[in-house]
Structures are given as C-alpha cells and as structure tokens.
C-alpha cells in the first residue's frame, strides 16, 4: 500500500477508467495481454503495446474466502478473493453481491470498482452477472 | 564441476523471541557454524545474507556489513532478497562463488525478525511479497495466495482439506525430536480441520507460524578442506534457481509451480542424479498445499498425486521418500530468511547422522532441498550428498 497520496501512474489511471465502465487491457503485436503499467510485453519483449477493452465478463478460475486479512482489510473480512479468467488477461479481485460462501469456481462475473469498508480505498471488484 | 563442502551449520531455535534483534540471531547462528566447522573467522572471504522483511520489522536496511559485523567477520557483505527464498537464493550464490574459485570461504546464511510485527503486522509484511498494486490492493493474503492455489488444486486434480491435514501431522510428528522446532507438538487430523479458518479451505494449522530465527552455513572448496583437513562428508552436489511471473494471476496453470520444476531440473542434471536417486528432502511447506505443489514439481510424486502423499505414508518419516524430517516449515518455524539455509543445516546434519531423525535415513546417500518465495516466482533447489 502506498504511503503517501501519490498516484501510481498507470495503475491509478486504469482504476478511474474502470470505475466508468471503460476497463482496458494491454494487448501487444503478438496478441499477448497484460496490466498496466507495462512498456514491453512480459511474454514476448514486443514494445508495441495498446491499450484495448476488456471483455464485459469472465469467468472464477479460483477463489478464497479470507478470515485472516491484513490491516487494510480488517473491515472487509471475511471477504471471497477470486481469480478471474477474461479471456486474453486475467484479473484478481474481490467478489461482490453474493454471499461469500456461495462463490465457486466457474461463475460468471463482471468487473465492478468497490472500496474498501475499511480504508476506503478502491479495490477491484467482481459482480456475478 | 567442483563440489561445495558444508564445513560447518548453525541454527537459533526457531519460534517466538519478539525481542531479539536479527544480528542477534544472526550471531548465535554463525558461532555454532565456526565452532562446527573449525574454520577460523579470518578465512571467510564473503558473507552472504538472506532476509526479506528487515526493513519493515526493524527500520534496517543495508544489513550485510551489519550481519558481517555481528558475526565478527571482516570481509564484503551482501544481503540478498528474494521473498522466503531469500537465503536458499544466497546459498546458490555462495555455491557459484565456491565453484568458480572467486572464494573458497562462504559464510552464508540469512535470519528474520517477524513476531515483533504482531499477526496483523506480519500478515501485512509477508504480502509484500505478491503483486502490491494488482494482488495485494485486491485484498491477496500470503494464506490468500495458496488457499487460490489449494483450490485450484482440489478442482483440477480431486482431493480435500482432510488429505492436506495428514501433511501437517507428518510435519509435527517430525518436529517432536527437533530441539530447534517452534513447535514440538503433536497434532491430529481432527485439530487441522477444526481449526479456525485463515483463507478458506485453508486454516491455522495448515500455515507455517510466525517465526524469529536464524541460519548459518560455512561452505568451502574441496580443495581448501582437504587442505585443512576439515570433518566435511556432506557437499552441496547440484544448484537450481527457477523463475515466474510475480503474480499468480498471469500463471497458465494455477496449481503447478513451474519455477521450481525448473529449479529442480537444473540442480538435478548440475549433481547428475535425478528425481529416483532422491533418498528424502525438504521442501517448502509455507502451507500444507505447499508441499504437493513442491513434491510434484520436483518429480517425487506424479502431477495430481502429491495430495495422497502424507496420507498414505509414502512421504512420513518411515516412507519411501520422507518429507520434511525437519518439521518443515509448518512445525520447525518459519524465520522467512532464514529457511533456505536452514534446510540446507537439516539435510546436512540427516546426512551426517547428526541429526534426531538421521535414524530414519540411515542409507541415504542424495537429498534436496527446496525453497520458494512469494507463490514460487522464486525457486531454488539444492542436491545434498554424503560420502559414505
């Protein structure tokens, strides 16, 4: 967590599009995808990146139900983390709008910026749809 | 290539001494190492030190020359992070040192100071070791990251909560003739499934504890003890380091650890042995889950069949391959900079028959071990053989 009020370029800019419905990804010439900030594709070293929008929905590869958080999150426990395959880049975040112990792997979920009840601060969200 | 000679080891007890400084520790550890191995203080030619989470436990950075100091060596000191992979990481550089004949004297090692953070402090100071802005800021725990890999697991290969519980068993089990171990306790399969949960399906006893602690090892050249005529039968035979991307998220498969499959390649072909000729090993139990994902990336357990392990003995103390004879992780502690050299000392002192548990590998020749850090976007992976 940042200490200070300094954005994190890049990271901070992409929350702000996401909260407006305008979610990106980064797409290199081979088509490989990855999150911002990135100036060369992790995959292929191309330095021809663009920014290209995420699909509406993808899909729970993995979850967690977290009891134990760290003190950013002491509010927010418990609280169900997923991993979340959109297609050319996968996301983590928190899933929203459902009862925690009713998200499993295989549902369909689309990006939703929350904050925190703790800090709040905003933090990737994932609404079943 | 040459072998690496482990001349002397060193180890505090690991658990709950929130007062201790880390050069502390550091200290205790490098006194038994030079009282262990013979070689005098002026023969080290480099210190090298792990250690994650020191400038956030102890507002200390720069801590080789500090490290070098409390062991009373004068030579050039540097630390090395790399998450829990830390010393295991310092190790495979001493051992290039070694073996290039840069040095023929490595005073090597790591220690962490964690149970001062308190467990919210030290829940947030391990997390460091993820993605901060698209991991950790999504509310990813250290238990969070590999309870998304125990469930990953569980929905690809089958298996439950109750398989990973047999793993911490085995591991208290182990530890219950370990004098250094946090915890020399035994536990049952029912107090692992009772127990409250951390990240689900994980819970407490599934996590290794919050752990102050150090490790220290004196490494030298063949030929320097020959020379010396050093009590040395245990050499460092194979080095492997293997690498990821940093978040879990952007892994193809969510419940493998490549890294240290490729670790582990490279220290076996380096050593010229392969995953058969491996008598027992430790590896990295930072959670219960953990210790399938390193068994089936190191090739002693098939993909998808590392979960039965524990249950049905092939890794407990008198298994085929025993597994963490330690304690592991889970039950010796979990000092995060220290734990890569410390399992080094382990699989040192079970090959010399020094240790508690060297009863149960009286034959063996080969061993490994095998540190990771972060959720393995670090691996390194050491061969260990004794003359006999």
């Not at chain 1, 426990?77 to 899933?95: C, I, K, N, S």
């Not at chain 2, 062991?71 to 050039?76: I, L, R």
């Not at chain 2, 692992?192 to 602690?213: F, K, M, N, Q, W």
Request: aromatic residues 4%.
């Amino acid at each position: 967590m940042s200490e200070s009020d300094v954005a994190d370029a890049g990271f901070d800019e992409w929350l702000a599009a996401a909260a407006e419905g305008d979610a990106y990804y980064l797409e290199c010439a081979n088509g490989h995808g990855s999150l911002p900030p990135r100036r060369v594709c992790p995959d292929c070293g191309s330095t021809d990146i663009a920014e290209v929008e995420l699909p509406e929905t993808g899909e729970i590869r993995t979850v967690t139900v977290t009891h134990v958080p760290t003190p950013a999150f002491e509010e927010d426990a418990p609280y169900a983390t997923a991993v979340v395959d959109f297609g050319p880049v996968r996301l983590t975040g928190q899933v929203v709008g459902i009862d925690v112990g009713d998200v499993e792997t295989g549902l369909t979920v689309a990006l939703e910026i929350t904050t925190s009840e703790t800090t709040g601060e905003r933090v990737i969200g994932l609404r079943p749809v | 290539m040459s072998d690496v000679r482990v001349a002397g080891t060193g180890l505090t007890s690991f658990g709950n001494s929130p007062e201790r400084t880390s050069r502390d520790l550091f200290a205790e550890a490098t006194i038994t190492a030079f009282e262990e191995s013979g070689v005098p203080r002026d023969d080290v030619e480099a210190v090298l030190y792990g250690n994650f989470m020191g400038e956030l436990s102890e507002h200390q950075g720069h801590q080789g020359p500090l490290m070098a100091e409390a062991a009373g060596v004068q030579a050039p000191a540097t630390r090395y992070e790399s998450a829990c992979a830390s010393s295991g990481t310092a190790v495979r550089e001493a051992v290039k040192r070694i073996r290039t004949g840069e040095n023929d004297v490595v005073l090597v090692g790591g220690a962490e100071r964690m149970t001062n953070l308190g467990t919210a402090g030290a829940t947030e100071a391990l997390a460091i070791a993820a993605d901060d802005l698209w991991e950790v800021r999504a509310g990813v725990t250290f238990p969070g990251a590999y309870a998304l890999m125990a469930q990953a697991y569980f929905d690809a290969f089958g298996g439950e909560h109750e398989d990973l519980a047999h793993i911490a068993v085995k591991n208290h089990e182990n530890a219950l003739s370990n004098e250094n171990a946090q915890y020399q306790r035994a536990i049952e399969v029912s107090d692992v499934l009772e127990a409250p949960p951390v990240s689900e399906p994980l819970g407490l006893y599934d996590a290794c504890p919050i752990s102050d602690g150090a490790s220290a090892l004196v490494l030298t050249s063949e030929a320097y003890a020959e020379e010396h005529d050093l009590e040395a039968p245990v050499a460092i035979t194979g080095t492997g380091q293997g690498g990821d991307r940093m978040a879990l998220h952007d892994r193809e498969h969510l419940a493998r650890s490549p890294a240290a499959r490729e670790a582990g390649a490279e220290a076996y072909a380096d050593a010229g042995v392969d995953a058969g000729d491996v008598d027992f090993a430790e590896v990295h139990d930072c959670f219960t889950i953990a210790e399938v994902l390193a068994l089936e990336a190191l090739d002693l357990e098939p993909l998808g069949e590392g979960i039965s392990a524990a249950r049905d003995g092939r890794t407990t103390a008198d298994g085929e391959t025993p597994i963490n004879l330690s304690g592991g992780l889970k039950a010796k502690g979990h000092p995060v900079g220290a734990t890569g050299a410390s399992q080094i000392v382990e699989v040192t002192e079970l090959l010399a028959g020094h240790h508690p548990n060297s009863d149960h590998v009286a034959d063996a020749t080969t061993a490994v071990a095998h540190n990771a850090g972060g959720t393995v976007a670090s691996a390194t992976v050491h061969v260990l053989e004794v003359d006999r």
